[in-house]
């Protein structure tokens, strides 16, 4: 299936880009900017024909017999969404880095090496193949901070490259011991799934695979390298980060953690401060990490620190969907992954692209005097649409996410969901006085001196406007993705999930 | 008798050639071309050894798959013939990388101590009697020793020569004694009989002693903590291919060796590490193992030189490997090899690589490397492929070794994930590791050259090895079953 | 008529409107006002043919249009209309055209202010036509932001605050409303209004929630006085209701006037017309148990804020506490008709009046409201700014049409007979003397203070001695008087022949008391 080309062209496209003559930088972007919207195509062309919402493979061939691992690609509703909401944020990424000067065709090089990888790791079905791609992703990352990045780049890339890596490696370890109890036959996902794992495995297996993808989701309190990558990282790298790559640790928390040792959720038979499971656990700690991220958020001085916090609160968010294990809550927590990808690459572009570009800092109190609404209305319009989006306004995608992420909690955790409306309100709080002191500022605080700042260029402008498009469609029209995302979870790999508590 | 020196001299065929075309480039280079310019001694020795080497990879292809003489003074199986080629393999390699060196004029000898260095390596893993053993590993160590020392005109050259030969001196000493341990033990010296001799006992102090100094004398040749103290020494003094030739090829034999005596030798006293830990020389083992690797990868945190530093990944590579001797079956023999293999042919194209630097900027420091993708793109990107498979990214050889590694590790000890401990550390470890390769590769790729560096021009025979290893590299990560067929095809015994 | 989706066209209008508005932003600021207009003068014609097509004599919902939107969530695109409905509609219709007359003379922005108001439009016709929680909520919130950033980037000096404090009160009651909302449909996976009442009304509402909720330690009976205190908590916010008011006096005086009557003419109608549509049918029985401090605050809203405008010297905070004030009496009404009264033919008859009385009053304040704003708007574009009571003097000599205008528009607050105001204010009190006479006593204080403010404001402002600064202020201009007029004929014509309306609405007031009789 051509799904699968998705990856290929990507690589293709870095290939391509390394082995252009240097100094080319407008050619560079022309092919970059194709080869990212050929993948958006195939994504969309793929999700639009997927009918039924199950496991449908792609591509399968063996790869290492010896050890029964195959190069197994497949995809289901959930995979689906996701490539899309990768191929949506790789164009908009693109867009707005047209302004890169520095080593352009290296920086889309290593850009889309990220993308493919990306698309790989969604699309895997074999769990060998899954991580080898989720390790790949780590190298572009670093670099793409290291060379492109602003704030302490070289510290931040360090610091995100090692942490993912130590989160990967507790999923090896797991991985490993999976594939050795289960008779070392097959890494496939369904294989291993439907394997019954002994449940004191189960018991130790979960959360070291669970808290090693949640480091890249931002679990609290695993989190602290997001606000600093984040703020580190070029526009296009902060939104390809927040928007995709801390949603593969959301992703394999539920394809890998939560399916092949969904044993590892059950009650331990008794109770520790009164948790009683590693569900619990985790329950608590994402709650901990939307309240907290939002604290946080409410009092930086950095413009981009706010957007970083935001990030890990609203992966809170989704982990806690995860944890609800209904119905409900876990489709929304796969619709808040595809809304908060789209709205934090929206955010980073404001504040990345637009703002920070022109007006060379990202400090609240100095923003406060360029009066920016008069000054970059469109930036203005755009930052209050996401940062609506981001509140959870009705009528954008965060809004129905949010909302089925809490009745899931509610049924599940009630306490832990009165908590979580105190995040949404913190929610409001940090994005207006974001807002408040950067777009639209008392007038005697404005000081004349500034020089007049450069219009929002047509890239910018089409960036911004597909985001918006797509979380107002989502916003609007949640069935579209959840006529996929709900089968998906029906279907006979989350069995051992739902035994029959399904709601 | 004349059939017992027929089946020994079709045996040892392939060894005989390498010293033949030992000889011949010594005689050619003394005789013929003593006056020529060195360049043109230089490919004509290199053209004459790896002709050799060349034919006796061929002539392994053509002998039989299955010999034993003397009761295992020498044999031939598939996987110790698989592991002879790689050893060839790697001695052309390095004599391409030496090829343009400039460290000393005496080029033929150079390149027969290379040779004989590779003949020795052949006889050890062919060999499965300890007197043997002993007596090629000696001639391989000597061979090492006087290659380090080789550039007389650097003082640390001279420096990591002595100290190698020091410490090796004295680990060969333990060696000797722990051999003549067994050998009272066991009245043989034929490992399948000390074995039989030795197991079933409770273990005696004497054998004790032998097991430990077994330890000490592997231990030091495949630079274990703690017997690695000659190698940062030795990577980073001595000439390049010399440094480049102990990293990889005496890699691939010491390994291969050392599981063979302590498999072998001492089976039936293993002993087991985790979880209730009976004496026995695997818990010694996955000490020693845990050691180097938190020493090497710790300790190369710190350094400066990126040789050193690759000297002090060594020592954490060792440890790696040392667990697969420490899990003892056939699924972790095939992966040791998988893994030495791969790692031979990373760090000698990685020790090209740093070569280059060294002979365009005059020192292989952090800084050195600064700004290199601008100054030689296809040697920075080599170089990116090298570290990322020593540091086990996917989809680089690297990674699949580490994985094959663990997997065999856990799949293989007494109880299933006994091992996850030492497992677990490993890949700790790993992360650590991928720390100090990003430092390298962010001086390459990140760090703006100085404002005097210049475009780098490399010699075409050294860009096309480092090229084809990286290129290997590649390959053998993306799919790794081209090696591993091999391997467990070899392996099936 | 039924066939046609007409309530979507309704709510599409002002969409459609404020994108055009927004796209055409570079013409000349007056074509723009026009053009805004005339969108907004397009819906009122679209109000009134639907009104047309209405039938008055059913209290049942009319002009149904229903769509599967999110079955998982049970979400549906489900609107309708009553009495209720259609008179709210009819309100947003008046109304909206008067901001935007009275807020004439902004030259800021011009494009982005008229199409946030057309944005608020499309909010108010969306809530007061949803029947179902997910899509009345969305609607309900999305009004906040034109709301918001109209005082924020048009107000006056203290904007910033009261813009903050608008929105975070608002958001608080919104989250506190959502979360019962959510609890609600965990125990019986629906939304929709009606299906709501009806379990409501048969009893099997909250024990359903209690069976679903209380199994994680929390105590059942008390559990369905939180949910309705989330509710509730939500309504009060906007009404609003003491204590949840302080929003309002910083808002309204700060906001642009055009705004302001915004807020008062029709947004503070959504929380009521919530309490009406949402409260009273789902949560009768919860209500009832706590009618008397329901009833206590509503007298206090009535009487204190009537006091408080008494003491202001700005106008619009008078009259922002005058709003305060005037709405407190349809609290007085609703929480009145709540009261158990058993079997008594006579009782339900007094409540029919009552609820009557509220919603008519509901619609008179929203239009005499705006028509006051709308003059002290006028009045500041004269004098270039001013808006205080004591600013002006002896008007009456330089501008009397406006003086006169005005002061019917005043007395019409102040429920003069024979003008609109009196008749909804007539019917509450009278149907709420024999339901809760303490109530109803207590509040015709506030009658009196009502009287006394605007009184003073009349005679501080256009009687006495002529302040020598406006000496030269102009009259009202052909154009405006054209404007005013149908204002001023409507007041009269409501006032002298209130049947029009009561046609309207009495069967649905008739039967939203009789669903909250059955729940007891």
Known sequence: MMVAWTIYISFLGALALLLMPKGNAAAARIVALLTALAGFALALAAFCTHRSGEMLTVTRVPWIPSLGIEYHLAADGISLTLVLLTGVIAVAGILFSWNVALRTQEFFAFYLLLIGAVYGVFLSYDLFLLFVFYEIVIIPKYFLIAIWGSTRREYGAMKLALYSFVGSAMVLIGLIAAFVVSGAKSMALGDLAGYAFPAHFQMWAFPLVFVGFGILAGLWPFHTWAPTGHVAAPTAASMLLAGVVMKLGAYGCLRVAMTLFPLGLNSWGFHVLGLGSWRDVFAVLAVIGIVYGAMVALVQRDFKFVIGYSSVSHMGFILLGLMTLNQIGLSGAVLQMVSHGILAGLMFAVVGRMVYERTHTRDLKILSGFNLNHAIPFAAVVFVIAGMGSMGLPGLSGFVAEMMIVIGAWRAFPLLAVCVGVGIVVGVAYIWRAMQKAFFAEPEMVLETHEPLAAISIPEKLGAMILIAASVAVGLYPQMLLRVIVPALNSPLFEGLRKGNWQ | MSAFHNALFQLALPEIILAVAALAVLSVDLLVLRTRAIRVRAAVATALASGGCALAMVRIFFAAHSANVMDGMLLATPLIQLVQVALLLMAILTLYVAVDSTFSEHVGEFILIVLLATAGMMFMVASHNVLVIFVSLELVSLALYVMTGFDKRSPRSAEAALKYFLFGGMSAGFLLYGFSLLYGLSNSTNLSQIALAVQGRPLNPLLIIALVTTVIGFGFKVAAAPLHFWAPDAYEGAPLPAAAFIASSSKIASFFTFYTVMTLGFAGVEGVAWPHGSAGWVPMLALVAAASMILGNVAALAQSSVRRLLAYSAVGHAGYMLLAIVSHSQTSLAALIYYVITYALTTLGAFAAVGVVQEATGGDQLNDFDGLSRRSPVLSACLFIFLLSLAGIPPLAGFFGKFYLFFSALQSAPRPLGLIWLVALAIAMSAVSLYYYLQVLKRVYVTPPAADAQKICVPWLRMAVVVSLAAATLLLGAAPHILLRWILLAGVQ | ?520
């Open chain 3, 1 to 520: 008529m039924n066939g046609c989706p007409c309530i979507s066209v309704l709510t599409a209008i002002p969409v459609i409107g404020a994108v055009v508005v927004l796209l055409a932003r570079n013409r000349n600021r007056r074509m723009t006002r026009w053009l805004a207009l005339g969108f907004s003068l397009l819906s009122l014609a679209m109000t009134l043919l639907i009104w047309h097509y209405f039938n008055s004599a059913s209290g049942a919902m009319q002009f149904q249009e229903q769509h599967a939107w999110v079955a998982m969530l049970g979400a549906e695109y489900r609107v309708g209309i009553d009495g209720l409905g259609l008179l709210m509609l009819l309100l947003s219709a008046i109304v909206v055209p008067i901001a935007m007359a009275a807020s004439w003379q902004i030259e800021d922005r011009v494009p982005l202010y008229f199409s946030l108001v057309l944005l608020l439009q499309a909010c108010l016709f969306g809530t007061f036509t949803a029947l179902n929680f997910f899509h009345w909520f969305i609607f309900w919130e999305l009004g906040l932001i034109p709301a918001f950033f109209l005082i924020k980037i048009w107000g006056g000096p203290k904007r910033t605050a009261a813009a903050t404090q608008f929105l975070v009160y608002t958001m608080v009651g919104s989250v506190a409303m959502l979360l019962s909302f959510l609890a609600l449909f965990l125990a019986v996976h629906t939304f929709d209004f009606a299906t709501l009442a009806q379990l409501a009304q048969g009893g099997q509402l909250m024990p359903a929630v209690v069976a679903k909720l209380s199994t994680h330690r929390l105590i059942p009976h008390h559990l369905a006085m939180w949910i309705f205190a989330g509710v509730f908590l939500g309504f009060a916010v906007k009404v609003p209701i003491l204590p949840f008011h302080t929003w309002l006096p910083i808002a309204y005086s700060e906001a642009p006037t055009g705004t302001t009557i915004l807020l008062t003419g029709a947004m503070s109608k959504m929380g009521l017309y919530g309490i009406l549509r949402i409260l009273l049918p789902i949560f009768g029985e919860q209500m009832q148990r706590v009618s008397t401090p329901l009833l206590w605050m509503a007298v206090a809203t009535i009487v204190l804020s009537g006091y408080s405008a008494l003491a202001q010297k700005d106008m619009k905070r008078i009259f922002a506490y005058s709003s305060i004030n005037h709405l407190g009496y349809c609290l007085l009404a609703i929480f009145a008709v709540v009261k158990f009264t058993g079997n008594d033919a006579g009782l339900l008859t007094q409540k029919y009046a009552a609820m009557n009385g509220a919603m008519l009053q509901m619609f008179n304040h929203g239009l005499t409201a705006a028509a006051v704003f709308w003059f002290i708007a006028l009045l500041e574009k004269r004098s270039g700014g001013l808006q205080g009571r004591n600013d002006f003097g002896g008007l009456r000599k330089v501008v009397p049409v406006m003086a006169g205008l005005m002061g019917i528009a005043l007395f019409s607050s102040l429920g003069l007979p024979g003008l609109n105001g009196f008749v909804g204010e007539f019917l509450i009190f009278k149907g709420v003397f024999p339901l809760a006479g303490w109530a109803a006593a207590l509040s015709v204080l506030g009658l009196l203070v009502t009287a006394v403010f605007i009184l003073g404001v009349i005679q501080r402002v256009f009687t006495g001695q002529l302040n020598p600064r406006w000496a030269a202020m102009p009259d009202l201009t052909t154009a405006e008087r054209m404007a005013l007029a149908p204002v001023i004929a409507l007041m009269f014509a409501v006032g002298l022949y209130p049947q029009m309306l009561l046609a309207m609405v009495n069967s649905t007031a008739m039967q939203i008391v009789q669903q909250v009789r059955l729940a007891f």
